[in-house]
């Protein structure tokens, strides 16, 4: 009897050994995973911003299956948003609007205002470049609105120059210049030189819009300082889809 239950003891051990070191394994595993993930969303961001899509799209399609079957919804939901920002970089806005709203109902399941109110900002621009200005409008106030809450200043700058590219769509020129002038300082306090390139080159054209319709001689010299400005800072970068 007593060997039969030191062999039962024995196997019961075994198994324990085996059940821990199968948690362990999988741990590692799952852990290895969600750094991989982030490796590759990095990597994505970064091209991104450096307007290198190729490698984007490379990276944003590895992490994105990785990441189909995880758990965590903040890191799912980051890597849904700079797929929308890619596609939206792509003019693809049909495919960036899906994948924003995907964002946006994973967003408030997470309770994450800041992602949030990226996500309410991309989604505008978005709607602006579709034609849709009315809801295009909403979604920006949304996120202007939380993120002076937040007291997120560099996303406020980045609004700001968005709502001056809505009013510039509907013709608006006036008050798109407003917003443009409005957003130009916090530009170049933040260190944000695509978007300061984007202002400048769209007032520049808002100026010349003046000119034509004889509001102000002087737009057309401030419309030739704003263009200049604009390709020093494109050239200096190399934001070749911005380049004239």
Known sequence: MR???NKYISVLLLLLCFSST???????????????IKSHHIKAKNAIRAHNFDTAIINLNKASKLVAN?????????IYLDIAELQFSLHNYDKAASETINAISLIKDINDDKLLAESYKLYGSILTHKGEFNKAEQYL???D????????????????????????????????????????????????????ALCSLLK??????????????????????ELVNAITIIKSNNFTELDI
Not at 22 to 36: C, E, F, G, M
Not at 70 to 78: P, V
């Open 3 to 5: 060997q039969i239950v």
């Open 22 to 36: 199968y948690i362990s394994y999988t741990q590692d595993v799952k852990n290895d995973t969600v750094a991989l």
């Open 70 to 78: 995880s758990k965590d919804k903040a890191l799912k939901t980051s």
């Open 141 to 143: 106030k949304e996120a």
């Open 145 to 196: 609105n939380i993120f002076t809450n937040l007291n997120d200043e560099k996303n406020l700058a980045k609004t700001i120059l968005d709502f001056g590219i809505l009013e510039f769509e509907k013709g608006n020129i006036k008050v798109a210049i407003n917003y443009f002038e409005a957003s130009k300082s916090l530009l170049v306090n933040y260190q944000l030189p695509y978007e300061l």
């Open 204 to 225: 520049s054209e808002a100026l010349l819009e003046l000119e034509d319709s004889g509001i102000n001689s002087e737009n057309f010299e401030n419309s030739k300082v």
